[in-house]
């Protein structure tokens, strides 16, 4: 059932990157400047969004979801970054300030989808090759992504000054700096297509109540986000202490070696980097990985 499903998905996604790359402009082909990649003329199945999979012990049937998105098979942006043969764990550094509309991603930074009439229209970054969907951007944007400035830059590219001292409030500059570190968390491994934030974007379905036994205090990156946006932390300490809960709640339910557990230390590592690059004070408050008692 699963893979019938799975196949279903991929071919209907390679129809679509067949329909787009032969019939349909991707690039809205009015004003360069507006770089808003519109929706494609075809509508895509519901089916086609990528299934929000939850984290699961490797006893069950469901396919592991530390596995690659199934929605990008064939990300056009490996035409840019093809596969290296060695695999370090460090973002895609290679970016350059991208000048004509095959220069940017297809997908969604964020959650890998492109742009149709269910996910919306992407925005391009006016300095490196990201692109988003309105509400996938951190901190989310109000409003329709056409009406952004021409010079628009994502939350990577912008000018984000570090926290160097413990701060007891929760500003616009707090906002972004954790908006810049919950970012982080959706790189790639250079040369590793695989998304392996992926297992921790959304809500696991609640029909999991094997997962609801086990962990009682659920979170994902998109509850994060919305927290982050509308300000509704009152510190830095309670955004440290809800990312520290998602790879808790992920070494809780997943066994050490599995899919699944790998992909969260990938991911610990971006966010371990990244709170140590912007929020230094608080690198001692990351939740360790060796106090996971299954480690
Ligand atoms: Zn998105
Ligand atoms: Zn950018």
Not at 195 to 210: C, D, G, I
Not at 268 to 291: G, M, T
Request: proline residues 11%.
């Amino acid at each position: 059932m699963q893979k019938a499903l799975m196949d279903i998905i991929r071919q209907s996604d390679i129809n679509q990157i067949k329909a787009t790359t032969q019939s349909s402009p991707r690039l809205n082909s009015v004003p360069d400047n507006t770089r808003v990649i519109t929706p494609v003329s075809h509508q895509i199945p519901a089916a086609s969004t990528p299934p929000s999979l939850p984290p699961l012990p490797p006893s069950t049937s469901v396919p592991p979801v530390g596995s690659p998105p199934i929605n990008p098979p064939i990300k056009l942006t490996l035409r840019r970054n093809p596969p290296s043969t060695s695999m370090s764990q460090s973002p895609e550094k290679e970016e350059k300030k991208p000048t004509k509309s095959d220069d940017w991603d297809d997908y969604c930074f964020v959650c890998s989808n492109g742009c149709d009439e269910i996910s919306g229209d992407l925005v391009c970054c006016e300095t490196c090759p990201k692109v988003y969907h309105n509400v996938c951007h951190i901190p989310m944007i109000n409003g329709d992504v056409k009406d952004l400035p021409d010079d628009w830059r994502c939350t990577r590219c912008k000018n984000v000054q570090p926290i160097t001292e413990p701060s007891e409030q929760f500003t616009e500059r707090e906002k972004m700096v954790c908006a810049r570190v919950l970012l982080a968390c959706y790189e790639k491994v250079r040369g590793d297509p695989a998304q392996h934030s992926e297992p921790f974007h959304n809500p696991v379905p609640r029909s999991l109540k094997r997962y609801y036994d086990v962990i009682t205090n659920p979170i994902c990156f998109k509850d994060i986000s919305k927290k982050i946006s509308t300000l509704r932390y009152q510190n830095i300490q309670q955004f440290i202490d809800d990312m520290n809960l998602v790879f808790k709640n992920a070494c809780a339910f997943n066994r050490k070696g599995t899919p699944i557990e790998l992909s969260c230390r990938i991911v610990f590592d971006f966010y371990s980097h990244a709170v140590k690059e912007l929020l230094r004070p608080y690198h001692s408050k990351i939740w360790l990985y060796q106090n996971s008692p299954k480690i």
